[in-house]
């Protein structure tokens, strides 16, 4: 039973890392930025003072930052816990084989071994669940599902714009993610018209790829962030 808790909570504990991501990355961080904190926060560790900022300054962000302390905290306690219990033998203390844990007895030369038994069967199942959520398929289908599912709830604001530079007379450089109801999904650049609107694309950021100098016959999908140059005013109406 240790056993299969220790699993259970290593498994959710990949899961709830990867919700916190989504999490963080609509609020507006960048996805590797919001990858990292993700795991910083449930692990209260690799918190730099700059990157820390872009947590504490934003009160949604906060608030992820908060849960995702709580519940790492848990499932730490909860993995010790569970680990140290799996590398003892079947054997309640004090009553060495009297009262053995599983529904049969074990053979007596067997106990000792146990404990090595489950170490490697831990081994092998941490080593699993990680092969598992690095596999870019995987990875990409779970948090597609999670990115739905959160805009779906509507838990919080989900930030599609962020003005990296201002110039002057209302110019500037600016991030924004393209939504179902954006003006310009599903069209190639090209046939988006933002030309016309002075708007100019320098890259578009699909998931974990950005695009450098994107051609005039890619298409724009949902959930790409397109960094723009243009009037401040005109990205805004013309792609969100």
């Not at 090595?116 to 597609?144: E, G, H, M, P, Q």
């Not at 179902?180 to 190639?188: A, F, I, N, Q, R």
């Not at 949902?222 to 243009?230: N, V, Y």
């Amino acid at each position: 039973m240790n056993l299969l808790l220790f699993i259970t909570v290593l498994f959710v504990s990949f899961v709830v890392v990867r919700i916190g991501a989504v999490a963080f990355q609509l609020t507006g961080l960048e996805w590797s930025v919001a990858k990292f904190q993700s795991l910083s926060c449930f692990t209260s560790t690799g918190f730099t003072t700059k990157e820390a900022e872009l947590i504490t300054s934003n009160r949604q962000r906060r608030r992820i930052a908060s849960m995702l302390i709580v519940i790492g905290h848990a499932g730490l306690v909860t993995l010790i816990a569970t680990l140290a219990n799996s590398l003892r033998a079947y054997t309640l203390i004090g009553d060495k084989l009297s009262r053995p844990v599983l529904p049969f007895r074990l053979p007596a030369f067997l106990v000792p071994v146990m404990p090595l038994v489950n170490l490697v069967i831990i081994a092998a199942a941490a080593y699993l669940v990680y092969k598992l959520f690095t596999n870019s398929r995987f990875a990409k289908r779970l948090t597609d599902f999670m990115r739905k599912r959160l805009v779906k709830a509507d838990a919080f604001k989900t930030v599609s714009f962020e003005e990296f530079l201002l110039a002057t007379d209302g110019y500037g450089v600016s991030k924004i993610m393209v939504s179902s109801k954006s003006p310009v999904l599903d069209k190639t650049l090209a046939k988006s018209d933002l030309r016309s609107h002075d708007i100019t694309v320098l890259a578009i950021v699909r998931g974990d790829e950005t695009i450098a100098n994107p051609r005039a016959n890619i298409k724009i999908v949902e959930g790409d962030e397109l960094i723009c140059f243009g009037k401040i005013k005109n990205i805004r109406e013309k792609v969100s």
